[in-house]
T-cell receptor
Framework: ETGVTQTPRHLVMGMTNKKSLKCEQH?????MYWYKQSAKKPLELMFV???????ENNSVPSRFSPECPNSSHLFLHLHTLQPEDSALYLC??????????????FGPGTRLTVT | GNSVTQMEGPVTLSEEAFLTINCTYT??????LFWYVQYPGEGLQLLLK?????DKGSNKGFEATYRKETTSFHLEKGSVQVSDSAVYFC????????????FGQGTRLTINP
């Protein structure tokens, strides 16, 4: 596998369910990101991890819980979501952003539908 | 803070037409500028980038020039194809105190045969 992979690609869950999204990067990067992409809204940065440490949380509700066990893996744990949380969730990775502005590489996304 | 403004879509063109998608930015310092493309059902892919004023990024026939005097990074292609149909995002990173990527709202492009 190369690049950034995400599983599952599609997920339908009820508001009382608990599920997790998984992201894996094979690029040797140190930073990983979660974004939310909703229809007709700009891409929203949710979380940033650099060298496994969370460096940014953009006021994301606590029903979204990230986990980064190592620099290659990133999870997003979901519980008691709302219908408005339905969106495409994108994972990305990059080299250490503290070294200067740098491009990010994206996975294909998980299409989440909350019923 | 940093921000990016793109021309509103959707944009619909015929095959072989000339394409321009406008992008302007607000940032302090000297950011790097990017264009990403998102094909249907996929994540974002880096299309091209420019890291300093007057740099021209190019890839797959697309070009964009970093214009500091007009704070712009317009995307152009001389002859579009049906396969160029996608959503295009302008983004910036860097400048004073901001290393994360800031995206524009995206422009949906449809090319008709």
């Amino acid at each position: 596998e190369t690049g950034v992979t995400q599983t599952p690609r599609h997920l339908v869950m009820g508001m009382t369910n608990k599920k997790s999204l998984k992201c894996e990067q094979h690029l040797g990067h140190n930073a990983m990101y979660w974004y939310k992409q909703s229809a007709k809204k700009p891409l929203e940065l949710m979380f940033v991890y650099n060298f496994k440490e969370q460096t940014e949380n953009n006021s994301v509700p606590s029903r979204f819980s990230p986990e980064c066990p190592n620099s290659s893996h990133l999870f997003l744990h979901l519980h008691t979501l709302q219908p408005e949380d339905s969106a495409l969730y994108l994972c990305a990775s990059s080299q250490d952003p503290a070294g200067g502005p740098i491009e990010q590489y994206f996975g294909p996304g998980t299409r989440l539908t909350v019923t | 803070g940093n921000s990016v403004t793109q021309m509103e879509g959707p944009v619909t063109l015929s095959e072989e037409a000339f394409l321009t998608i406008n992008c302007t930015y607000t940032a302090t310092g000297y950011p790097s500028l990017f264009w990403y493309v998102q094909y249907p059902g996929e994540g974002l892919q880096l299309l091209l980038k420019a890291t300093k004023a007057d740099d021209k990024g190019s890839n797959k026939g697309f070009e964009a020039t970093y214009r500091k005097e007009t704070t712009s990074f317009h995307l152009e292609k001389g002859s579009v194809q049906v396969s160029d149909s996608a959503v295009y995002f302008c983004a910036l990173a860097g400048g004073q105190g901001a290393q994360k990527l800031v995206f524009g709202q995206g422009t949906r492009l449809t090319i008709n045969p």
